[in-house]
Nanobody
Framework: QVQLVESGGDLVQPGGSLRLSCAASGFMFSHYAMNWYRQAPGKERELVAATSSFGLSTNYADSVKGRFTIFRDNAKKTVTLQMNSLKPEDTAVYYC?????????WGQGTQVTVSL
C-alpha cells in the first residue's frame, strides 16, 4: 500500500521557520522524483520545490528561492522541506508528491499558516 504522510505543519509568525516532513512507503522511493506543492484558498496548486530521485538536482519556485530548501533521505524514505523567513503569502496546505514516469502519488497535505 502506497503512503505519503506529511507532518510538521503549524501556525507560525512571519519571519519564522518550519520543517515539513514526508514519510513514504509502499513504492521504490529512490526511483521517484519528490516534490512539494502547496495550495492556498481560492488558488491553484503550485509546485514549490522539487528534488530528483537521488537528490542531485533541486528546483524551486521563484517565490521561495533562498528561503526554502528541499532534501531527501533515500535510506529513510523521507523528503523534507525546510522553510525559513516565512511570509503570510506562504499560508497554504502543503502536499508531498512522488513522480516516476506515468506513476504519481500524493499525500493528504499539512496546513501551514503564517500569521501574527
Amino acid at each position: 500500500q502506497v503512503q505519503l504522510v506529511e507532518s510538521g505543519g503549524d501556525l507560525v509568525q512571519p519571519g519564522g521557520s518550519l520543517r515539513l516532513s514526508c514519510a513514504a512507503s509502499g513504492f521504490m522511493f529512490s526511483h521517484y522524483a519528490m516534490n512539494w506543492y502547496r495550495q492556498a484558498p481560492g488558488k491553484e496548486r503550485e509546485l514549490v520545490a522539487a528534488t530528483s530521485s537521488f537528490g542531485l538536482s533541486t528546483n524551486y519556485a521563484d517565490s521561495v528561492k533562498g528561503r526554502f530548501t528541499i532534501f531527501r533521505d533515500n535510506a529513510k524514505k523521507t523528503v523534507t522541506l525546510q522553510m525559513n523567513s516565512l511570509k503570510p503569502e506562504d499560508t497554504a496546505v502543503y502536499y508531498c508528491n512522488a513522480v516516476a514516469g506515468h506513476s504519481a502519488y500524493w499525500g493528504q497535505g499539512t496546513q501551514v499558516t503564517v500569521s501574527l
